[in-house]
């Protein structure tokens, strides 16, 4: 499975947008990039995927480079909810989660 | 709508005692099933998995096991927990066709003393 490097924290204020990056230089041409996020004390949360395309829905868009080495998750507008750990996971097996970013939404 | 269960939410153990945490899943039927622990401060790690029933698959070993008596439920257990067993023991479900696409449950907060 193909690494995946992203910034340990971020702060966002309330009512702006998240960009959260993640980089995956090694990606093959069937891995898929799939974004988790985990509130505190919950479970992980799957937020979104997608193999080349940009993809959107109810909770974020997924912005993928055309050379699919980095990937960029987007919250529109980010609400103090939204502060969690974010997992990039690129792969074609099972799930390995790394360190994440840290988002802090804040007022 | 698919919803999983997991019990109990807290657990605190002595150790040696032994251990069961059950999880089930409603509206779906054959899902992949998952057990993930996350020790304080760090990632989630993959123990178990099973594609149907009585098919257990392990990724670490250790002393716990897992098993799967019907479609929709998952078991963990231990016949005597370490203290390094404490974390948060997370059960997951997902479909074969996607099966990184996976739904958590709320957890179970395990603390070994």
């Known amino acids: 499975d193909a690494k995946t490097t992203q910034p340990p924290s971020m702060d966002c204020a309330e009512g ?19 974004w988790y996020r985990q509130i505190h004390s919950q479970g ?3 937020i979104i995927h ?15 480079t055309e050379d699919r ?5 987007i919250l529109p507008h980010a609400t103090l909810r939204d502060t969690a750990v974010y997992y990039c996971i690129v792969g074609g097996g099972k ?8 988002l802090s939404v804040k007022p | 709508s698919q919803t999983i ?36 401060g760090r990632g989630l790690q993959l123990l178990f998995y099973s594609v149907g029933i009585g098919q257990i698959s392990s990724e670490v070993p250790q002393n716990l ?7 929709r439920q998952f078991i963990l257990s231990s016949k005597k927990l370490l203290l390094s067993d404490s974390g948060f023991y997370l059960c997951a ?21």
């Open chain 1, 44 to 46: 992980p949360q799957y």
């Open chain 2, 5 to 40: 269960h997991q019990w109990p939410a807290t657990l605190v153990q002595p150790v040696g005692s032994p251990l069961s945490l059950e999880c089930t899943v409603e509206g779906t039927s054959n899902p992949n099933l998952y057990w993930y622990r996350q020790a304080a």
């Open chain 1, 16 to 34: 702006r947008a998240a960009n959260l990056p993640c980089n995956h230089s090694t990606i093959s041409g069937n891995e898929y990039v799939y």
């Open chain 2, 93 to 113: 479900w997902g479909t074969g066709l996607a099966p990184r696409e996976q739904y958590f449950g709320p957890g179970t907060r395990l603390t070994v003393t």
């Open chain 1, 69 to 73: 080495k980095s990937s960029t998750l």
């Open chain 1, 50 to 64: 997608g193999l080349k395309n940009n993809e959107t829905n109810e909770m974020a868009s997924l912005i993928i």
């Open chain 1, 95 to 102: 799930l390995i989660f790394g360190q994440g970013t840290e």
């Open chain 2, 65 to 71: 096991s897992a098993s799967r008596p019907q479609d």
